[in-house]
């Protein structure tokens, strides 16, 4: 599908050619051609200043069918015996939405061996209703498995909304479990809010963070967002009522063509940046793989994380896991240090929501400064290793 052109409106003027960010518009002496790589984007429809192109009609569902939709529903997602610090941060955003709308908050708890606790451990943090599937099936996670779940619970009980993490399962199923419903979902988004219509604004990076789109899904229930851990602060955990529910689910939707033989955990505990409350990044500046040894360091010594810009992952310095921007993970530690990086766009976007965040670097008009609590302007291999004495010195350390 792709964008109409109005031949008697076109003048082969050529200005959408030039916004067009994928090429997907060619010109010629009498008309426009509009190539299979056109997204939809609309920003062609935007330029054209002579209404010659328009994005093509989508029919609505009947109304009757949205309006039985109801409700704002989180994917809780539990893994080893606990539930993930991202399905607290998505009730406290479907708190809001909830009740900006009128309607219960729901969590849906997919596993085996449900601790009863961990129900209630949702309601506390937000949810009215929890909805429990307990089946051996489910103990370990597979598309299959819990995508047919999902599908089944929202087909029967019909929630306008659906939030889950972008987390390797989110990203992995809730796909499947668009496609199945056929309905739309937003990936990575980093905010949410409700129209005036009652339709769920979706806010994400777009064009390589160079843009933030909104996107709604007027036409198909549920709406369906994913959202990157630490985006959303979770509400205060507080004594609240709710009801737990067990419902029943078609046995064939616990079948699954995969058969998990084992589970082998992280050993990297480095790469797991999303849960670091410090974290210290390193970027090109470093000039070489070797030097990461300083960036390890000093993580050691605060308890945190190693994380790194796209240049280095793709300078072959340090494994994709660490990458932190856009493409790589979305934290949100206590304190962000970013050495010898930039500043890009794509970086800022997976960072930006650290709550103190320091920057060093030689190049004092370095646009990480722009958005850095604190910054010095500094050679790194001057200043961090500076920074490791001084903190040994105060600790009495050697």
């Known amino acids: 599908m792709k964008v109409n052109v109005d031949r008697q409106k076109c003048t082969v003027c050529g200005v959408c050619v030039e916004v067009c960010p994928f090429g997907a518009i060619t010109l010629s002496e009498t008309s426009v051609e509009i190539s299979d790589a056109c997204t939809l ?37 539990w893994r080893e015996g606990l539930i993930h610090r991202v399905s607290f941060e998505l009730l406290s955003e479907g708190r809001t939405l909830a009740d900006k709308r009128g309607v219960p908050l729901c ?8 601790d009863g606790n961990l129900a209630e451990e949702l309601i506390s943090y937000g949810a009215d209703v929890v909805y429990v599937v307990d089946r051996p099936e489910l103990a370990h996670f597979s598309d299959e498995a819990y995508g047919n779940v999902l599908v089944e619970l929202i087909r029967v009980k019909k929630p306008e909304m659906l939030l889950a993490g972008a987390t390797s399962m989110g990203r992995s199923f809730i796909p499947r479990v668009a496609a199945c419903l056929r309905t739309g979902l937003t990936a990575d988004c980093t905010e949410l809010d ?17 843009v933030m789109a909104t996107i709604v899904c007027p036409h198909r229930r549920p709406q369906m967002a ?28 616990f079948l699954s063509r995969i058969e998990v ?4 955990p992280e050993k990297d505990q480095t790469a797991k940046l999303t849960e670091a409350d410090v974290i210290i990044s390193g970027g090109r500046g470093l000039q070489k793989g070797e030097n990461f040894s300083i960036i390890e360091e000093l993580a050691q010594m605060v308890k945190g994380a190693v994380g790194a810009s796209r240049g280095a ?11 932190v921007g856009q493409t790589g993970r979305t934290v949100a530690p206590n304190l962000y240090m970013a050495v010898g990086i930039a500043g890009a ?19 004092p008009m370095a646009p990480i400064f722009d958005i850095a609590t604190y910054g010095v302007v500094a050679d790194l ?18």
């Open 41 to 77: 984007c609309g920003m062609c429809v935007d330029t054209c200043e002579f209404g010659a192109i328009s994005l093509p009609e989508v029919g609505a569902g009947p109304a009757e069918d949205l309006a039985s939709y109801r409700g704002v529903w989180v994917y809780a997602e």
């Open 381 to 398: 291999f001057e200043f961090v290793p500076a920074f490791v004495r001084k903190i040994k010195q105060d600790r009495g350390e050697p």
């Open 226 to 253: 994913t959202v990157r851990p630490r985006v959303m602060k979770p509400l205060k955990r507080e004594g609240r009522q709710g009801n737990v529910e067990f419902p029943k689910i078609s046995e064939e939707c």
């Open 107 to 114: 969590a849906v708890l997919l596993g085996h061996q449900l």
């Open 345 to 363: 766009i794509q970086h800022v976007v997976g960072m930006q929501g650290s709550n103190v965040i320091v920057a060093i670097n030689k190049d």
């Open 261 to 264: 033989l084992e589970v082998i």
């Open 313 to 323: 992952v793709d300078e072959g310095w340090i494994p994709p896991s660490h990458q």
């Open 194 to 210: 409700i129209s005036e219509e009652g339709l769920l604004l979706q806010t994400r990076p777009a064009f390589g963070g160079n």
